[in-house]
């Protein structure tokens, strides 16, 4: 009988000692995963704004050759100041002047060549037709001068057919 003990005790000691090399082993797993997990940090020179015009977020580098910068979404020109911190402030800005900028909804329904009166539907379908007319992969065959007029018409149109939505006209 007690051998029998002996053996049970001997045992149940085994089985801590593993449950312990097994508990070790895992704490020791999960430290070095841990330890593997690079932190995420931004470089300390770069710098994100946002545009003032149409909150196009902007990456960039310090330090900016020369304090002028453009937003790549709306053209916007602004001027950038940095402080003795390190800190970007915009002070400046200068929209892109356009002289064939759209005004009014009178234009845009020129530029979609439609009536003032026209219904949504019409207007999904003159924008539709007439992007597919200038669309620059489409005409892009053509030569490099037509793919450039091309790229102007698409931009008239879809500032167009943009102030339309906002106006509820679609």
Not at 115 to 127: E, L, R, S
Request: hydrophobic share 40%; with cysteine; charged share 25%.
């Amino acid at each position: 009988m007690m051998t029998h003990i002996g053996l049970l005790a001997s045992i149940a000691l085994n089985v801590i000692l593993l449950g312990f090399v097994v508990f070790s082993a895992r704490k020791n797993r999960l430290k070095k995963q841990r330890q593997k997990k690079p932190a995420f940090k931004t470089p300390a020179n770069l710098r994100t704004i946002s545009c003032p015009s149409c909150a196009q977020h902007i990456k960039f580098t310090l330090p900016i050759d020369g304090n002028k910068a453009r937003c790549r979404k709306c053209y916007a020109q602004f001027k950038l100041d940095i402080d003795e911190h390190r800190n970007v402030y915009i002070t400046e800005i200068k929209l892109p002047e356009d002289e064939q900028s759209i005004k009014s909804l009178a234009d845009c329904y020129l530029i979609l060549g439609l009536n003032a009166d026209a219904i949504p539907m019409d207007i999904k379908a003159a924008y539709k037709k007439k992007i597919s007319e200038y669309h620059p992969d489409r005409v892009g065959v053509l030569g490099i001068k037509i793919q450039q007029i091309a790229e102007e018409e698409t931009r008239q149109i879809n500032a167009a057919y943009a102030m339309l939505q906002e106006h509820g006209m679609v």
